[in-house]
């Protein structure tokens, strides 16, 4: 764990060395409880190591923040020489300091916009001009709370805590030695003509081995495990494609990057919640970050990132993407050449046989409507046509104010 809280300081030691004196006296609690025996005559645990893995059983077990703060009042009653924090404020506090905290975002009640940057000190929505705070009465006045709240997990960080030891930095090499030798068959994304496509078009980010390949996942989930009750928050994860196909899908190497706050889902204003997780990657993808490489001697090297592509279901793509999943141009692949039809007040999409070679039996098949297949396959749109499509768009005013065409439609 040495190595991890090394790493952790390591940019704020450069800064010093440039700026000033050093000021890692905030990591001094850090290294005193990893220093700290638990209890007098243990060195088994360090007092850090036995908090990080209290931490990790109060999420996999859901414990309620009151549940850990008793547990630690009875470990201090049971135990009166334990060295251990107070509280799980006090645990969250020490955790942050690791690099294991997230960043708070108010959010406008209508989705319209973040209160970040350039809107962070405001107190009124700058497209919608709602109020930022919830009207309070009681007890609660004077108290400014936000209506909704983003939270953002920095995937910086986190990228670096790969290399900080050699295991895991060995592992994030994988891809490079770990193609199929076989050109017919596909283990890893890295054996795909996209990841090869990629590398053609970037040969200076694909010289560096080290630099992370990602995809996002979104989804909407109901937190509360009551089926019942209508509630959608959605989650946006990251996965690093440089480590093996069977380490790179496990929990604990998956990365959460946002927690988008319901009850509703964010539809079209997804782009908005997504703007701290795409300035960054922006950032990763253009300058990148020193980080050292525990595998190579410490070596510093700039570690850049590129996101590769999402992996969702079709109405999450919708959301991600702003083309449509419902209507009769809802193939995003198909695009304009969508065969589809009305049948008894729904949609139905047809011609599946267009995929087919023009001499296949099938396309003589006259079992779905009687007809023999003659049409060729869907066009494949170039870049610039997709570009002229987009630049055809009108932008729509962001949120669902009622003003603002954000009344949902009845049934």
């Given at each position: 764990?040495?190595?991890?809280?090394?790493?952790?300081?390591?940019?704020?030691?450069?800064?010093?060395?440039?700026?000033?004196?050093?000021?890692?006296?905030?990591?001094?609690?850090?290294?005193?409880?990893?220093?700290?025996?638990?209890?007098?005559?243990?060195?088994?645990?360090?007092?850090?190591?036995?908090?990080?893995?209290?931490?990790?059983?109060?999420?996999?077990?859901?414990?309620?923040?009151?549940?850990?703060?008793?547990?630690?009042?009875?470990?201090?009653?049971?135990?009166?020489?334990?060295?251990?924090?107070?509280?799980?404020?006090?645990?969250?506090?020490?955790?942050?300091?690791?690099?294991?905290?997230?960043?708070?975002?108010?959010?406008?009640?209508?989705?319209?916009?973040?209160?970040?940057?350039?809107?962070?000190?405001?107190?009124?929505?700058?497209?919608?001009?709602e109020s930022r705070w919830k009207l309070q009465?009681?007890?609660?006045?004077?108290?400014?709370?936000?209506?909704?709240?983003?939270?953002?997990?920095?995937?910086?960080p986190r990228l670096k805590r790969l290399f900080?030891?050699?295991?895991?930095?060995?592992?994030?090499?994988?891809?490079?030695?770990?193609?199929?030798?076989?050109?017919?068959?596909?283990?890893?994304?890295?054996?795909?003509?996209?990841?090869?496509?990629?590398?053609?078009?970037?040969?200076?980010?694909?010289?560096?081995?080290?630099?992370?390949?990602?995809?996002?996942?979104?989804?909407?989930?109901?937190?509360?495990?009551?089926?019942?009750?209508?509630?959608?928050?959605?989650?946006?994860?990251?996965?690093?494609?440089?480590?093996?196909?069977?380490?790179?899908?496990?929990?604990?190497?998956?990365?959460?990057?946002?927690?988008?706050?319901?009850?509703?889902?964010?539809?079209?204003?997804?782009?908005?919640?997504?703007?701290?997780?795409?300035?960054?990657?922006?950032?990763?993808?253009?300058?990148?970050?020193?980080?050292?490489?525990?595998?190579?001697?410490?070596?510093?090297?700039?570690?850049?990132?590129?996101?590769?592509?999402?992996?969702?279901?079709?109405?999450?793509?919708?959301?991600?993407?702003?083309?449509?999943?419902?209507?009769?141009?809802?193939?995003?692949?198909?695009?304009?050449?969508?065969?589809?039809?009305?049948?008894?007040?729904?949609?139905?999409?047809?011609?599946?046989?267009?995929?087919?070679?023009?001499?296949?039996?099938?396309r003589s098949n006259l079992q779905f409507d009687?007809?023999?297949?003659?049409?060729?396959?869907?066009?494949?749109?170039?870049?610039?046509?997709?570009?002229?499509?987009?630049?055809?768009?009108?932008?729509?005013?962001?949120?669902?104010?009622?003003?603002?065409?954000?009344?949902?439609?009845?049934?």
């Amino acid at each position: 764990m040495f190595d991890v809280l090394d790493d952790i300081i390591s940019e704020d030691a450069d800064e010093d060395a440039v700026g000033g004196p050093s000021s890692n006296v905030q990591y001094d609690d850090l290294f005193a409880a990893l220093r700290s025996e638990l209890y007098p005559g243990v060195s088994s645990f360090s007092s850090l190591n036995f908090l990080v893995k209290l931490m990790h059983l109060k999420v996999l077990n859901k414990w309620t923040n009151k549940l850990f703060d008793e547990l630690l009042k009875l470990l201090k009653l049971t135990f009166p020489k334990i060295d251990l924090v107070e509280s799980h404020y006090e645990a969250k506090k020490l955790m942050t300091k690791m690099g294991l905290g997230y960043s708070l975002i108010h959010v406008c009640k209508n989705d319209c916009a973040l209160f970040w940057k350039e809107n962070s000190l405001k107190d009124t929505c700058p497209v919608c001009s709602e109020s930022r705070w919830k009207l309070q009465s009681g007890k609660r006045a004077g108290k400014n709370i936000p209506h909704n709240v983003l939270r953002y997990f920095p995937v910086g960080p986190r990228l670096k805590r790969l290399f900080a030891t050699s295991k895991t930095a060995k592992l994030m090499r994988w891809h490079s030695t770990g193609k199929s030798k076989d050109n017919d068959v596909m283990r890893h994304p890295v054996d795909g003509k996209s990841w090869q496509e990629f590398d053609k078009r970037h040969p200076q980010f694909a010289g560096d081995v080290r630099n992370v390949r990602l995809g996002l996942a979104a989804d909407g989930f109901n937190p509360f495990g009551n089926m019942s009750l209508s509630y959608s928050m959605w989650h946006v994860v990251l996965t690093t494609y440089n480590l093996l196909p069977w380490i790179c899908m496990k929990a604990e190497y998956l990365m959460l990057s946002l927690l988008i706050p319901g009850p509703q889902s964010p539809g079209k204003d997804m782009d908005v919640f997504l703007r701290p997780l795409i300035d960054e990657l922006k950032e990763l993808w253009v300058h990148g970050l020193d980080t050292r490489d525990a595998a190579y001697e410490n070596d510093v090297f700039r570690m850049r990132a590129a996101l590769l592509w999402t992996v969702n279901d079709f109405p999450a793509r919708s959301s991600l993407s702003g083309w449509s999943g419902q209507g009769y141009r809802a193939c995003p692949t198909c695009n304009e050449d969508t065969p589809s039809m009305r049948v008894i007040g729904k949609t139905a999409y047809f011609g599946h046989h267009h995929f087919l070679p023009t001499n296949h039996h099938w396309r003589s098949n006259l079992q779905f409507d009687g007809r023999t297949e003659r049409k060729r396959p869907p066009r494949r749109f170039s870049t610039t046509d997709i570009l002229e499509q987009l630049r055809r768009v009108k932008t729509g005013i962001p949120g669902k104010h009622p003003n603002y065409g954000g009344v949902k439609r009845k049934r």
